[in-house]
Structures are given as C-alpha cells and as structure tokens.
C-alpha cells in the first residue's frame, strides 16, 4: 500500500494495466512526452513507448474515432480529453458509433474503450474548463458513466472500467486531484496522504462499477452525491449536527438502485448534491428513481443542492459551486418537512 493522491492512483491503473496487457493503450493532446496537462499520464511514454502512449492533434473528433476503430479491431484504448468542455467535438462519435456498435452488430463486436476527462469547478477554469456534463452520457444507452471521488476508489475503478467490453465515461473530479476539497474555501486543501482513502494497492486490483459506497452512517437523512460533492456532503453533516447517510454513487450509469432504495427506506428523507446545472442535471433522474422506488418511505420532499442555470462564471465560483452551507440549507429543510 503506497498514500497516492488522485492524480498518482491514475497514473498507476494505467501502468499497471499497459504492463499486464499490451492491448492497453493511451492517448490524447500532451498524454505522451508531457504526461498530459495534470500529468495523470506523466512517464508511460518513456516506460511503455511511443506506440502505446502518444499524443494527438488537437481533434478530439479524431482521437474519439481512431480509438473506436481499435476497440473494434481487439485493441483497449484509453483515451484522454484535455478537459471535459471539450468532448463535444467527440460526442456524436461516442453516441453514434461507439455506444452503438454492440447492438447493431448484434452482439458480434464490442468498443472496449475508456474516455478519461477532468471535469468539474474549484479551479477558476471558467465557463470553459469548468463544466460537468456527466447527465449528457447518463442519457445515451450502451455506455457506462464512472465517477471516482478517492484515490482508491480512482484505481480500481479505471482498471475496472479498462477491463469492460463496453465505452466507459471516465470523469475526474479535478479539483480533488490532489488533495480532498470539502467546500471550505476559507482553509487550506488538506493533502490526500492524511486521508485514509489515499492508501492504495501498489498492483492490480479492481472495484466493481455499478456499485455505490457507504462513506457516513446516518439515520436521520440521505445524502447523495458523487466526485467532489461526497467530501463537501461530509463536511456539511460534520458542520450541521445532523446525522446524515452519505452514499457515493461512484458510477452513476448503471446506478445502485438498491443502495439508494435501502438507505432512502431507513432514513425517510433524501438531499441529492451535485456540481452540474440544475435543469435535466443527474439529480433530477435520481429525484425521480427515488420518488418511484421510495414513495411510501418520504417523510419529505426530495432537495437538490445543484450548480445553477447558467454557464459556470469565474468571478463569481464560490456562488456557483455548492458548498456546505448550501447543502446545510437543503439539509435542514428536508428535517423541517
């Protein structure tokens, strides 16, 4: 076991799976000699070669495709885009072909791709290196969506998620890449290594996707949430008094729905946090998944703690990103019902 920050536990599921299996390959703008923008990828080109680590030009249409066609040829790319803002250009590939191709082959041939993206705010990225489009892929059939908020759970799920014979969406939440942020802005980033998540296997080892966490006990609601909005969740029960469950989805398509059904059952009332816009966001589908399956359990109307209806602005970040006492606000008010 080796105190990894997220950035590290990455760069290690990677090397770890281009040592195992030489179908294993990453790419994308910087990957290679730079060892891409946040260095996730730093040293596998010098370790694994420039056939298996290399960098591209800026088309992320082009990187998207050139990896389908590997996938479907037995290769399993990984393939980085720079910042999530900037999938755009690549998402009729991914939605049109790679998500595609099991079913209109009937099964013949499968896309064992991963896409890996930084996404989210805490950075002053702007309403350009900012964004969170995770609901974007949650909405397209034939693709997993996996979001890690702990060095630990990083590694074993994008070795999992390179392991798969279906496109896996791989965001990470960047502004937890080297230290867990809790919201607090007003104090200093603890480092990860004082973080029990931070202790990771130095070899292989996977999480299964498709399964949430338990990361707090609580009886009196449920919290739900994902990537950076788990540790500000944390840090608004801690700062509330209230005994709050908080579940870290993990991999938000498929979801698990019985970890959110038994936990929403116990405690009667939920808050869903998450960092992207509010309208047709992730939440309203877990709103709506909770409503269905947890009905005759709701002591209370569901809250959402969301970003707002609005590009992400740099001046005025901390208004825009959720924060614990946002979260608190939902809370008490759920307790209120």
Same mark, same amino acid.
Not at 253 to 264: E, F, K, M, T
């Given at each position: 076991?080796?105190? %990894?920050t997220?950035?590290?536990?990455?760069?290690?599921?990677?090397?770890? %799976? %281009?040592?195992?299996?030489? =179908?294993? @390959? +990453?790419?994308?703008?910087?990957?290679?000699?730079?060892?891409?923008?946040?260095?996730?990828?730093?040293?596998?080109? =010098?370790?694994?070669?420039?056939?298996?680590?290399?960098?591209?030009?800026?088309?992320?249409?082009?990187?998207?495709?050139?990896?389908?066609?590997?996938?479907?040829?037995?290769? #399993?790319?990984?393939?980085?885009?720079?910042?999530?803002?900037?999938?755009y250009?690549?998402?009729?590939?991914?939605?049109?072909?790679?998500?595609?191709?099991?079913?209109?082959?009937?099964?013949?041939? +499968?896309?064992?791709?991963?896409?890996? %993206?930084?996404?989210?705010g805490?950075?002053?990225?702007?309403? +350009?290196?900012?964004?969170?489009?995770?609901?974007?892929?949650?909405?397209?059939?034939?693709?997993?969506?996996?979001?890690?908020?702990t060095?630990?759970?990083?590694?074993?799920?994008?070795?999992? &998620?390179?392991?798969?014979?279906?496109?896996?969406?791989?965001?990470?939440? =960047? !502004?937890?890449?080297?230290?867990?942020?809790?919201g #607090? #802005?007003?104090?200093?980033v603890?480092?990860?290594?004082k973080?029990?998540?931070?202790?990771?296997?130095?070899?292989?080892?996977?999480?299964?996707?498709?399964?949430?966490?338990?990361?707090?006990?609580?009886?009196?609601?449920?919290?739900?949430?994902y990537?950076?909005?788990?540790?500000?969740?944390?840090?608004?029960?801690?700062?509330?008094?209230?005994? &709050?469950?908080? @579940?870290?989805?993990?991999?938000?398509?498929p979801?698990?729905?019985d970890?959110?059904?038994?936990?929403?059952? =116990?405690?009667?009332r939920?808050?869903?946090?998450h960092?992207?816009?509010?309208?047709?966001?992730?939440?309203?589908?877990?709103?709506?998944?909770?409503?269905?399956?947890?009905?005759?359990k709701?002591?209370?109307?569901?809250? #959402?703690?969301?970003?707002?209806?609005?590009?992400?602005?740099?001046?005025?970040?901390?208004?825009?990103?959720?924060?614990p006492?946002r979260?608190?606000?939902?809370? !008490?008010?759920?307790?209120?019902?």
């Amino acid at each position: 076991m080796t105190s %990894m920050t997220m950035i590290q536990a990455l760069n290690s599921a990677l090397d770890v %799976m %281009m040592s195992r299996d030489p =179908k294993v @390959l +990453t790419f994308g703008e910087d990957v290679g000699f730079f060892g891409g923008v946040f260095r996730v990828t730093e040293g596998l080109q =010098k370790k694994h070669g420039l056939k298996r680590c290399f960098d591209t030009p800026i088309n992320e249409c082009g990187i998207a495709g050139a990896a389908i066609g590997m996938a479907v040829y037995g290769l #399993r790319p990984v393939i980085e885009i720079q910042f999530a803002d900037y999938v755009y250009p690549a998402y009729d590939q991914i939605v049109s072909e790679a998500a595609r191709i099991r079913y209109r082959s009937a099964n013949d041939y +499968t896309v064992p791709m991963t896409v890996r %993206m930084p996404y989210g705010g805490g950075i002053y990225g702007g309403q +350009t290196h900012s964004q969170s489009p995770e609901a974007l892929f949650t909405h397209v059939a034939g693709i997993k969506t996996v979001i890690p908020s702990t060095p630990y759970d990083a590694k074993g799920l994008l070795i999992s &998620a390179i392991e798969d014979d279906d496109p896996v969406i791989f965001l990470e939440p =960047k !502004r937890v890449y080297n230290g867990p942020f809790d919201g #607090r #802005r007003d104090r200093p980033v603890q480092p990860w290594s004082k973080h029990p998540a931070s202790e990771v296997p130095d070899g292989y080892y996977t999480l299964p996707l498709g399964k949430a966490a338990l990361v707090r006990e609580g009886a009196d609601l449920t919290v739900l949430a994902y990537g950076t909005m788990v540790h500000v969740a944390v840090a608004a029960a801690e700062d509330s008094g209230i005994d &709050a469950e908080i @579940l870290d989805l993990r991999t938000l398509l498929p979801v698990d729905i019985d970890a959110i059904v038994a936990s929403v059952s =116990k405690t009667g009332r939920c808050v869903i946090v998450h960092e992207a816009t509010r309208t047709s966001g992730y939440g309203a589908e877990l709103s709506a998944l909770v409503q269905e399956h947890c009905f005759y359990k709701l002591e209370a109307p569901i809250e #959402r703690v969301t970003g707002f209806d609005t590009p992400y602005p740099h001046a005025l970040e901390w208004e825009y990103f959720p924060t614990p006492p946002r979260v608190i606000k939902a809370m !008490r008010r759920v307790m209120e019902a």
